[in-house]
């Protein structure tokens, strides 16, 4: 199984782009990986909420196969423990799931037909964070997942 992380726009925070590498570099170990930043649309600051998150959804859509299975990385999604997340993962990869890919929306969320492409919604947290650090919380959530998976040392319980 393919994992791809889209995300709109790039992370001016280079501690988080730091980190975010670290833990992609790991989760190679385990999975095919694609990491695409989603360009911000030309105009963004002129855009109200709902045309940039349309303008936004589209340049996401034009990433996207019919047959992948997308899950929108977003407040009102399902929450899980790390192990249950790591049961979640493994789930698609039982299902025959060939590409699973994870969307990181801009600053304003996502616009309805994002949420009418999804397959699911994942909560990180009952709190908002940044979309510029979600991509590290992510990828370290990614990273131990795996390990859970593979019974290694990194998750402790």
Do not use: W
Not at 15 to 28: P, V, Y
Not at 41 to 68: C, F, T, V, W, Y
């Amino acid at each position: 199984m393919k994992i791809k992380l889209l995300v709109v726009g790039q992370t001016s925070m280079k501690f988080a782009e730091q980190g975010f590498n670290e833990f992609t570099s790991r989760i190679k170990h385990y999975s095919d990986f694609e990491f695409v930043v989603i360009v911000n649309p030309k105009n963004s600051g002129r855009l109200d909420s709902a045309e940039l998150k349309n303008k936004e959804a589209e340049n996401i859509l034009a990433k996207i196969q019919p047959q992948d299975f997308v899950v929108l990385l977003d407040e009102k999604g399902a929450e899980f423990s790390s192990v249950e997340f790591s049961a979640f993962l493994q789930k698609r990869m039982n299902s025959g799931v060939k590409n699973l890919v994870f969307v990181v929306g801009g600053a304003f969320g996502f616009s309805e037909k994002m949420y009418e492409r999804a397959n699911s919604k994942l909560s990180l947290s009952k709190m908002t964070f940044s979309h510029q650090l979600i991509r590290l919380i992510f990828a370290e959530q990614l990273y131990r997942a795996f390990t859970i998976l593979r019974n290694e040392k990194y998750h402790n319980e």
